[in-house]
C-alpha cells in the first residue's frame, strides 16, 4: 500500500445490517472496503484482495470466524485482523487471540470504538512490519513472528510474541498489569493480574540469561513491570 493510497479493510459479516452500516462508516472515514457475508468468501477475498487488514466476525455460515482466521495464518499471511463477536466468553477471546488476533471487540460496540480498534492496530502493524530489532542475545523478526536466541529460533506462542512486541514497542515505560492486558490482549480481556504474572516469567524462562536476574523484562515493585533493552 503506497503512503497516499487508503487502507483496504475486509468486512467478513453475515448480519447484512452490520455489515452495511459498518461499511458506510469506514467509507466515510477514508477506507476502501472489501465485502464477504460468509468465511469461505471472507477467506477467499483474504487471499486475492491483500487487504491491508481483516474485521472478521465469529459465528458465520460455512467456515466461521476461528477456522477463517486459522487458514488465514496457516498460510502465512500476516495482515491485522480484528475479531467480531456477540460472544463474551473468555474462553473465545483466549481462543481468537491464540490463534493470532491482534484485537477483539464484542457486540454490541460502537462505530467509533472499531475505528479506533482499526487505526490502533494499522499503526501498530506499520511500525513493526518493516522493522527487526534485537536486545541480548535475542533478535525477534516482527515479519516473520520469528523470535531467536543466540541464533535458535525460540518456540512462542501467538500471546507471548504480541506481549513481547507490545513492551518493545515501548521500552522503559512503567505497565500496570491492567495496562499490559489492554495493550497487548485488548480492551475486551478478562483477564487478571495472574495472567500477565504467567506470560512474563514465560517470556524471562525463554528469553533471559539468567530468569531469576532479568535483565530486560523488569519488575516495578508495586507497580507492574517495564521492558529494558539493557
Avoid at 467478513?12 to 455489515?19: G, K, M, P
Avoid at 535458535?152 to 507471548?160: G, I, K, N, R, S
Amino acid at each position: 500500500m503506497s503512503p497516499a493510497a487508503p487502507a483496504k479493510v475486509l468486512v467478513v459479516e453475515d448480519d447484512l445490517a452490520i455489515l452495511t452500516g459498518v461499511s458506510i462508516n469506514l467509507r466515510h472515514e477514508g477506507f476502501a472496503l472489501i465485502q464477504a457475508q460468509d468465511g469461505d468468501t471472507g477467506l477467499r477475498k483474504a487471499v486475492d484482495e491483500a487487504p491491508d487488514i481483516v474485521i472478521l466476525d465469529v459465528m458465520m455460515p460455512g467456515m466461521n470466524g476461528f477456522e477463517v482466521l486459522r487458514e488465514i495464518r496457516r498460510r502465512g499471511m500476516n495482515v491485522p485482523v480484528v475479531m467480531l463477536s456477540a460472544k463474551g466468553m473468555e474462553q473465545d477471546k483466549i481462543m481468537g487471540l491464540e490463534l493470532g488476533a491482534d484485537d477483539y471487540i464484542s457486540k454490541p460496540f460502537s462505530i467509533r470504538e472499531l475505528i479506533a480498534r482499526i487505526h490502533a492496530v494499522l499503526r501498530r502493524h506499520r511500525q513493526t512490519s518493516t522493522n527487526n530489532c534485537a536486545f541480548g542475545c535475542v533478535e525477534v523478526d516482527f515479519d516473520e513472528h520469528v523470535v531467536r536466541r543466540s541464533g535458535v529460533v525460540v518456540p512462542m506462542t501467538a500471546q507471548e510474541f504480541r506481549l513481547l512486541q507490545y513492551l518493545l514497542e515501548h521500552p522503559e515505560k512503567v505497565f500496570t498489569r491492567q495496562a499490559l492486558i489492554e495493550g497487548a490482549w485488548g480492551f475486551d480481556y478478562q483477564g487478571t493480574a495472574r495472567t500477565v504474572d504467567n506470560f512474563v516469567r514465560n517470556l524471562r524462562a525463554k528469553l533471559e540469561e539468567d530468569p531469576e536476574e532479568p535483565s530486560h523484562f523488569l519488575t516495578v515493585r508495586g507497580v507492574g513491570y517495564r521492558f529494558s533493552f539493557g
